[in-house]
């Protein structure tokens, strides 16, 4: 009887924000049999953009979609731009699975390093070596009598309230201390940042922060592949990263990149690990979003206009079916690179590198 008094949920949410909501990673109801695997809420993906599946049709027959077109440009992979999206460029394929797996590597285990920062700063202050404690398994300990309180200007060695121990030396504390597994934090790792510090709190760059610079190849990495969208006579300068780590069910909401003082300077963004969606929206939050595929070695750039457009990423894929990382299954199959290889194939990892100033 008061069913023309209410409004569906979907009118008051706008369309970016029903986009993430048809892509999100939903279960299905099985509170009946809790004892079966959750399993996934089926999703319709056929208006979602295949850049592989362009690059495929347009070998083939030299037929592109209606508002895609090739970007000639001197790099030795596909580029393609959006005719309604200026400043956007889809790199398809433009990491080596080499190039892939090191930079896996080293985003579990340089990039989160101090005087790095990353979000377990806030809580734990520094911590050192996070994926090799992971690996063998040991506990973060809370320090007896330690009131330690995190000072982003506090070096590592000046931070003694939390150490990694071995489980049983957890387990003979009892409750008396805090503690959390190393696998745990490193599942529960969702940003680190590279060069010049990003400041979230502020939602700007503080560069009194201790850091490093950015890794010489990495730069070089970017400068190169920068080159599509940057203005004719310059050069992309590499001064901050972020790295993004996203688990199953994991999203990044819309937002905008929107700190950095030259927007005609791109973000190089690198995709890394399990299949994902990304959503490129309109200057408006109410702006229909394109929704496309990113498999590991993809890169996007943003620059120009496109820097002021919505984007995000609703849904990471981990199944076997979907999470298309046969490739660096088979690159990451000996013992060594065994951790390695667990994390990733149920995880995403981006780099997003820019130009501050």
Known sequence: MYASDSVPDDLERTAF????????????????????????????????????????????????PSGIFPVRCGLDRPVYAIENRPGFYFILGALTIEQQCQWIQESLTSFPQPPNRTNHNAFYGPINDLFIAAKERKVLLAEENSNYEYNPSITT???????????????????SCKSISASVLLRKLRWS????QF???KRN?????????????????????????????????????????????????????????????????MSLGCKAI????????EDPPLAMFLRSGDVVLMAGEARECFHGVP?????????????????????????????IQTSRININIRQVF
């Open 17 to 64: 924000r029903r986009a993430e909501k048809k892509y999100k990673l939903y279960y299905q109801d099985t509170y009946r049999t809790p004892k079966k695997k959750k399993q996934p809420k089926p999703v319709d993906l056929s208006e979602v953009l295949d850049f592989k599946s362009v690059q495929e049709l347009y070998d083939q027959k030299a037929e592109l």
């Open 157 to 175: 060695r000046d931070a003694q309230a939390w150490k990694f121990c071995e489980e049983h030396e957890a387990s003979s504390k009892g409750n």
């Open 193 to 196: 940042t590279l060069g010049l």
């Open 199 to 201: 400041d979230w709190s």
């Open 205 to 269: 760059y503080d560069i009194s922060l201790p850091h490093k610079k950015i890794p010489e190849t990495l730069c070089q990495l970017a400068k190169k592949l920068a080159a599509p969208a940057m203005p004719l006579g310059e050069d992309f300068q590499p001064e901050a990263a972020i790295v993004n780590y996203f688990g199953l069910g994991d999203m990044l909401g819309g937002h905008l990149d929107d700190m950095e003082a030259d927007w005609s300077k791109p973000i190089v963004s």
């Open 278 to 285: 990304f959503l490129l929206g309109g200057k408006l939050r």
């Open 315 to 343: 849904r990471i894929f981990t199944d076997a079916e979907n999470a298309e990382i046969l490739p660096l299954e088979q690159q990451l199959s000996h013992e060594d690179d065994s951790s390695f290889l667990e994390y």
